[in-house]
């Protein structure tokens, strides 16, 4: 398999269900390309998905998954990554529900204790599955059937929020914009330590405002700036940058340590190849007597 | 009439109650004699009224008992909420600065006054030591051998400057010097040293922390909740030795997802909480359910509803247990009755979770998990790993169609772990087919909802009956669950007319137990520590048995034998 690995490898026998035009088709592909580019192999990779459209993509892509509930895809990404760190990729995948509402504290529980995984978050500022509600990324004013007269909070600003709360890669991609994404994903993989990418999913079903071409007449690369993603100041001004304007790609990313390197216990083998044989109480007993 | 300690010490929280009454417990261990150690104190850490009582024999005793013979009041609280708890002849200890004594004339109580601030001010200048004199005083009382105590000073402070652990020898020496060898004030019982096989001393929260290492658990995951918080020190403080990760998540929710996301890897993981804890958890609890992920988590209980009576124990979460998360599945439900069920039924936990591929809750209290108890030394000798049906690539290599949830007649599908090649699957939240993808299938969702019931059969053979204690010809009956075995078996001790069921597996039912065994309802009682006799209602509704007489309490307290022995009489 290794020396015919394609986009192919990574497909299962369920045809994707997502509304034709749906920007999760092109997530799925970008994901997909990533993988293949980097030469991870389906059984080397561990997925975790929440509830939501996005999440049905659970059904859609080869590998390791856990389906989990809505807004958990996190918790169990970094238990996966603990518990054995030497799969070649876990990435999380969520929508704005999962990730930045029912969710929201174990995002940024996870960008402070920096695990090594790929947080996925499909940003369609709606909630598509239950038929179009106000989500936490709707902007202020958006009409839904939640909110018929008008939404009237601010808006969550996940990049700001993951800046803010210590996440070593913060990006944002955009789902007419595949190959950019697949490259920010491959970034994403290869960082040790926890990587945001939020991508801009429009639903074509149910966000009338937030559409493609809505996208396409302000979203514009950092890469094609001289922007560098080294100061977090810059980044911070960057991630409030909604207007008009509104930039794509890599916002930050700082080396630093990884949950993993703090732990002298998993210095040689995974936790996963912890042999279980001969193990001695006397130790833990000593106290006791 | 055997030899029995029955001490206890109280004072403000902050004073030090709990280390002097593990080191009394200490010390009658290191005698030989058995102990059990009850605590009690409120959810504040400063200023609330503590207290430590120790009963110790040199035959097994299995609770605290109503009635004491040393009270060491440390302050005035203590007097005025326990003097009526000593028994005739017994003895309070106190310090007459501090503390006033007015006894009764019609109360037998012998006082023992001792400058307790004083010694300490003259070692530590300070009454830091006060705990330490008394527990020095106490031990002369029952002519403890005074170098048994020196030994577990100098291991309980081990962690402590060498001053310090001088210090607290001083202060012991000197209270122990305070009572007289020719002092008219007696205790019935003498802690003389006898030979025994060696024994530790546990609480059933250190018990199951030791059962997880034994089991092999690798992951342990918890958020802080009194009772079950010490369990989180325990792993964490063997987190390096027994090569293990412990991480303190940020909620409940996080917890079980993380226990659940480690054991989808292949690592044995273990989650713990209190009823609260688990009520958050309860969703996902069902998650564990439907993919078909082995859990363990220990539901240790206090008093409810909601913050209820937070450093209280109780019994009321039984039904919730058994019936936690929605929908329907199987999970097992193990309710120890004491420290070494709690350590078996921790290593048990471990493998039933693998083996059939489900939740099981380790369902204890604040009275099994907080107490301290004398049991022989836990030994892995004789334990067995069972992991279930886990594939290795060799295997994995043979099947070429691999089917995650494959339908088999015992209902438990070989699983296979992230980073085998041909294990790829989805473990999935939505009911799915064999494949683990999403269906709705009305075929598909009813063979799949039989397939993951259907391991009830191998599994109800499998589990434990309950135990019948006492005098199996009598006709009265006591029949409890969980930790309430402890003062039960203790009451048995004073009075063998009645016979024991207890049901430490409730779930699955022990439905057969019960036909096999005649139980007549109406000379059996029920004893458990909630208010609506769930056990009761659990028996009813499995058995068609009506139970008619109950004992109940939900005031936060464990049973006293006393109190039993005197409702065994209503049989």
Redesign the interface.
């Known amino acids: 398999m290794p020396e015919n690995l394609n986009i192919k490898s990574y497909e299962t026998p369920v045809k994707p269900s997502w509304c034709p035009g749906c920007g999760n088709h092109a997530i799925w592909v970008a994901l997909r390309q990533a993988l293949v580019k980097m030469k991870i192999k389906p059984w080397e990779v561990a997925f975790t998905f929440g509830i939501g459209c996005n999440s049905n993509g659970a059904n859609f892509i080869k590998g390791y998954i856990l389906h989990a509930l809505h807004g958990r895809p996190l918790p169990c990404a970094e238990a996966i990554r603990w518990t054995n760190h030497k799969l070649k990729a876990v990435i999380a995948i969520g929508g704005d529900g999962d990730s930045f509402g029912i969710g929201l504290s174990h995002f940024i529980h996870a960008c402070r204790r920096n695990v090594d995984v790929l947080y996925l978050t499909h940003d369609n500022q709606i909630y598509g599955l239950t038929t179009g509600q106000t989500s936490p990324t709707s902007v202020k004013g958006f009409k839904s059937k939640s909110t018929p007269f008008g939404n009237i909070e601010e808006p969550i600003n996940p990049l700001a929020l993951a800046l803010s709360n210590g996440a070593s890669f913060v990006a944002r991609g955009f789902a007419g914009e595949t190959e950019h994404l697949t490259s920010l994903i491959i970034n994403g993989i290869k960082h040790r330590g926890f990587a945001l990418i939020d991508v801009f999913q429009p639903c074509i079903t149910f966000n009338h405002l937030n559409t493609f071409a809505w996208f396409r007449e302000r979203v514009y690369k950092l890469e094609e700036t001289n922007y560098q993603p080294t100061n977090k100041k810059l980044a911070w001004q960057k991630s409030l940058e909604l207007g008009h304007k509104i930039p794509l790609g890599l916002f930050y990313q700082e080396r630093k340590a990884t949950y993993f390197d703090e732990l002298p216990q998993l210095k040689k083998e995974a936790l996963v190849e912890k042999s279980l044989k001969n193990i001695n109480l006397n130790k833990a007993l000593e106290e006791y007597q | 009439m055997k030899e029995n300690i029955n001490w206890k010490i109280g004072g403000q929280a902050g004073y030090g109650i709990m280390v002097t009454g593990l080191m009394f417990a200490k010390t009658c261990?290191r005698h030989g004699w058995e102990v059990f150690c009850y605590t009690e104190y409120p959810s504040l850490i400063r200023g609330g009224h503590n207290t430590y009582q120790v009963h110790a024999a040199k035959d097994k005793v299995n609770s605290q008992k109503k009635k004491i013979e040393v009270l060491v009041a440390l302050d005035q609280n203590t007097v005025t909420k326990h003097l009526l708890e000593l028994s005739a002849g017994g003895v309070i200890i106190f310090d007459p600065e501090k503390v006033k004594v007015n006894l009764k004339k019609n109360l037998k109580v012998q006082s023992l006054a001792i400058p307790i601030a004083k010694i300490s001010k003259e070692i530590c200048d300070s009454d830091l030591m006060k705990d330490t004199v008394a527990l020095g005083a106490s031990l002369a009382l029952y002519k403890a051998d005074f170098k048994i105590l020196v030994s577990v000073i100098k291991?309980v402070f081990k962690s402590k400057s060498a001053e310090i652990i001088k210090q607290n020898i001083e202060a012991a020496k000197k209270g122990y010097d305070a009572v007289k060898p020719n002092s008219k004030i007696k205790v019935l019982a003498k802690l003389s040293k006898i030979k025994s096989a060696?024994?530790?001393?546990?609480t059933g929260n250190?018990a199951i922390?030791?059962g997880a290492?034994?089991?092999?658990c690798?992951?342990y995951?918890a958020y802080p909740m009194t009772p079950a918080t010490a369990l989180l020190h325990f792993m964490a403080k063997?987190?390096?030795?027994?090569?293990?990760?412990v991480?303190q998540?940020?909620?409940e929710?996080?917890?079980i997802?993380?226990?659940?996301?480690?054991s989808?890897?292949?690592?044995?993981?273990m989650c713990a909480t209190s009823g609260g804890g688990f009520a958050l958890m309860n969703?996902?609890f069902g998650?564990s359910g439907i993919?078909e992920i082995p859990l363990v988590l220990m539901e240790g209980q206090r008093t409810g509803p909601a913050t209820g009576l937070p450093t209280w124990t109780g019994q009321g979460d039984l039904l919730f247990a058994i019936n936690a998360s929605h929908g329907e599945f199987l999970r097992i439900v193990v309710a120890p009755g004491d420290v070494q069920e709690a350590f078996t039924a921790a290593v048990s936990a471990f493998n039933l979770a693998e083996k059939y591929q489900l939740p099981v809750i380790i369902l204890t209290d604040k009275y099994l998990i907080e107490s301290p108890q004398s049991t022989k030394?836990?030994?892995?000798k004789g334990i067995k790993?069972d992991?279930g049906q886990i594939l290795i690539q060799s295997q994995l290599n043979k099947i070429k169609d691999f089917k995650r949830y494959k339908f088999t007649s015992s209902g438990i599908s070989p699983r296979s772990?992230?980073?085998?090649?041909?294990?790829?699957?989805?473990?999935?939240?939505?009911d799915h087919d064999e494949y683990?993808?999403?269906t709705e299938d009305i075929k598909t969702r009813n063979r799949m909802m039989a397939k993951r019931a259907k391991k009830i059969q191998n599994l109800i053979k499998e589990l434990p009956d309950p135990k019948i204690y006492g005098n199996k010809k009598a006709s009265r009956t006591v029949i409890c669950w969980g930790s309430t075995k402890m003062p039960v078996l203790e009451a048995l001790k004073q009075n063998n007319n009645f016979k024991v069921v207890h049901l430490q597996y409730l779930c699955p039912f022990p439905v057969k137990f019960f036909t096999k065994n005649i139980i007549n309802p109406q000379k059996s009682m029920i004893i458990e520590g909630n208010h609506t006799a769930q056990l009761k209602q659990l028996i009813r509704q499995q058995t068609g048995l009506n139970i008619s007489k109950t004992l109940l309490k939900y005031d936060g307290r464990p049973f006293y034998p006393e109190e039993i022995i005197e409702a065994v009489k209503r049989l």
């Open positions: 261990l291991d060696s024994k530790i001393i546990v250190e922390g030791l290492l034994a089991a092999g690798k992951f995951v063997n987190e390096r030795a027994y090569d293990l990760v991480k998540a940020e909620d929710i996080a917890v997802n993380m226990a659940i996301g480690a989808f890897t292949g690592v044995r993981s969703e996902s998650f993919a030394i836990f030994s892995t790993i992991r772990l992230p980073g085998a090649k041909g294990g790829e699957h989805q473990a999935n939240s939505d683990g993808f999403s």
